[in-house]
C-alpha cells in the first residue's frame, strides 16, 4: 500500500511537471506564430533577461522558458562550430566559480570552446558571472528538479518524510511517508545529498539529447564542476589527447584530463598519459564522454537510478564491469589540466576560504609554467581495467528518486 501510495505521489509530481512543460512550450509556440524568435534569433538583451527570481513560480517557468530557449551567449562574436564542450555543474560557490571563469579566459584558443553551464542553485549573483563572459560561446541550462524550486515537496523536503535518522520501525507507526525505504544502512533521503546525483545524470541526458547546437558534435564532452580550474594548455592537450586515444587507444572508452595529484611531480608527467580502469576516486575530474559512451550509460538507466549511493561517481564505478560488461577503459593524463580548488561543499563540510584557493591556484601555475604546452603526448603506462567492488555509501534508497531518475530518459 505505502509502496503504490509513493508511486502515485512520484506520478503526481512527474504529471504537474510534465503540464508546466506542456504550457511553456505551448505558450512559446504562440509566441513564435506571432512573430517572436526562436533561441539562435533573438537579440542578446532580450534572451539574457527573462529569467524571473521573484517567486519559485517564477523560476520555474524561468527554467523551462530558458532549457527550451537556450540562446547561445556570444554566437554572434564566434560563429564557428565548437571544437570543445565543456560541461560545468554549477551550485551555489560563485566564489570558485569566477575562479573557474578566470581559468578560462586564460585558455588557449578559448574562442573555440563552448561553454555550458548547468545550474542546480538560481541566483542573479552566479547569472551576472556567467552573463559577464565575452570570450567564447556559452551556453546555460537549469536543473528543472532542483530543491529551490520545490523546497516544501519531493523532490526537496516534504514535511511528511521520515527523519534521517528514525528507525524503520518508528517510521512504520508514525507514518512518514517514505517509511518502507530506508537506504541499506537504515537511513532516510536528505534532499541536499540526493541533488547532486541527480542533476549529473538529469545534465547528461540534456546536454547528449537536448542541446540543439550540440547535435553535429563527434568529439568528446569534457565535464567539470565550478570548484576546478583548468590549465592554460588545456585546449592543445585535449586535442593531443584524442589523437593519442584514436592512434594508441582505440578502446579508450574515457578521457580522464584531470587527476587529484595536484602539480606533485607535473614538470616531470606534462607529456606522459597512461590507461586504467575507471575509478571514481581518480576519474572524476576533467571527464571526457563520447556520445558512444554516453549509449552505453543509458543502457544502464535503472542500474544507475536504483543503486544504494548518493554519489555519481561511485555508482558510476559500480556500472563499468556489471551492467556494462566490458568494464570502462580511461586514458589519463599524467600531469593534470583541471586543478580541484574546492575547499568546503558536500564532502568538506568547513568553511570556505576561496582566498586562500586562489593564493594555491597562483602558486601552483607558477610552478608549472614552464612544463606546459608539450610538443607530443606519450602513453607510459597500462595498468589494469577491470571491475572495481567498493562498499557503497548509502543515501539513495527512496523508490522516488529512483522513479524520477529514470525518468529524465523521457522527461526532460
Known amino acids: 500500500m505505502r509502496l503504490r501510495l509513493l508511486k502515485k505521489n512520484v506520478a503526481a509530481f512527474l504529471g504537474v511537471s510534465?503540464?508546466?512543460?506542456?504550457?511553456?512550450?505551448?505558450?512559446l509556440t504562440n509566441k513564435r506564430l506571432a512573430g517572436e524568435l526562436l533561441p539562435h534569433e533573438a537579440t542578446q538583451s532580450f534572451a539574457m533577461n527573462t529569467f524571473n527570481y521573484g517567486s519559485v513560480l517564477n523560476m520555474r517557468k524561468s527554467v523551462y522558458d530558458s532549457n527550451y530557449r537556450q540562446f547561445i551567449q556570444n554566437a554572434d562574436t564566434f560563429p564557428e562550430d565548437p571544437e570543445v564542450v565543456l560541461v560545468v555543474q554549477v551550485h551555489k560557490r560563485p566564489a570558485y566559480l569566477k575562479m573557474l571563469i578566470e581559468s578560462l579566459e586564460k585558455a588557449q584558443e578559448v574562442q573555440k570552446f563552448l561553454v555550458v553551464f548547468s545550474h542546480d542553485y538560481f541566483s542573479e549573483e552566479i547569472s551576472a558571472l556567467v552573463k559577464g563572459i565575452t570570450f567564447c560561446k556559452v551556453l546555460q541550462i537549469y536543473f528543472p528538479y532542483s530543491i529551490q524550486l520545490y523546497p516544501n515537496e519531493f523532490p526537496g523536503h516534504d514535511l511528511r518524510d521520515c527523519p534521517k535518522d528514525i528507525s524503520k520501525e518508528n517510521a512504520i507507526k508514525t507514518g512518514c511517508i517514505n517509511a518502507e525505504h530506508p537506504d541499506t544502512y537504515g537511513h532516510y533521503r536528505e534532499a541536499f545529498i540526493t541533488q547532486t546525483k541527480h542533476h549529473w545524470w538529469w545534465?547528461?541526458?540534456?546536454?547528449?539529447?537536448?542541446?540543439?547546437v550540440l547535435q553535429g558534435y563527434k568529439d568528446y564532452t569534457v565535464f567539470i564542476e565550478e570548484d576546478n580550474y583548468i590549465l592554460p594548455d588545456f585546449y592543445p592537450y585535449f586535442k593531443s589527447m584524442t589523437k593519442l586515444r584514436n592512434s594508441h587507444c582505440?578502446?579508450?572508452?574515457?578521457?580522464?584530463?584531470?587527476?587529484?595529484d595536484g602539480v606533485s611531480n607535473f614538470v616531470e608527467h606534462s607529456d606522459k598519459t597512461e590507461t586504467l580502469g575507471w575509478m571514481s576516486t581518480k576519474h572524476n575530474i576533467g571527464m571526457g564522454i563520447s556520445r558512444d559512451v554516453?549509449?552505453?550509460?543509458?543502457?544502464?538507466?535503472?542500474?544507475?537510478?536504483?543503486?544504494d549511493d548518493y554519489n555519481w561517481d561511485w555508482t558510476l564505478q559500480n556500472l563499468s564491469g556489471t551492467c556494462i560488461p566490458k568494464p570502462l577503459k580511461v586514458l589519463v593524463a599524467c600531469g593534470t589540466r583541471v586543478l580541484h580548488t574546492g575547499n568546503c561543499g558536500l564532502h568538506h563540510q568547513e568553511a570556505c576560504n576561496p582566498d586562500?584557493?586562489?593564493?594555491k591556484v597562483e602558486t601552483d601555475l607558477k610552478a608549472v609554467?614552464?612544463?606546459?604546452?608539450?610538443?607530443?603526448?606519450?602513453?607510459?603506462?597500462?595498468g589494469p581495467v577491470e571491475h572495481k567492488p567498493h562498499m557503497k555509501n548509502g543515501g539513495w534508497g527512496d523508490v522516488r528518486d529512483h522513479t524520477l531518475c529514470i525518468n529524465y530518459a523521457t522527461r526532460l
Open 18 to 27: 510534465i503540464a508546466l512543460l506542456l504550457l511553456f512550450y505551448w505558450k
Open 203 to 212: 545534465k547528461l541526458h540534456f546536454v547528449f539529447e537536448r542541446v540543439t
Open 250 to 260: 582505440a578502446d579508450c572508452d574515457v578521457l580522464a584530463l584531470g587527476n587529484h
Open 294 to 307: 554516453y549509449y552505453k550509460l543509458m543502457g544502464c538507466n535503472n542500474a544507475f537510478c536504483t543503486y
Open 356 to 359: 586562500e584557493a586562489q593564493q
Open 369 to 382: 609554467t614552464n612544463a606546459l604546452f608539450p610538443q607530443t603526448l606519450t602513453l607510459t603506462g597500462q
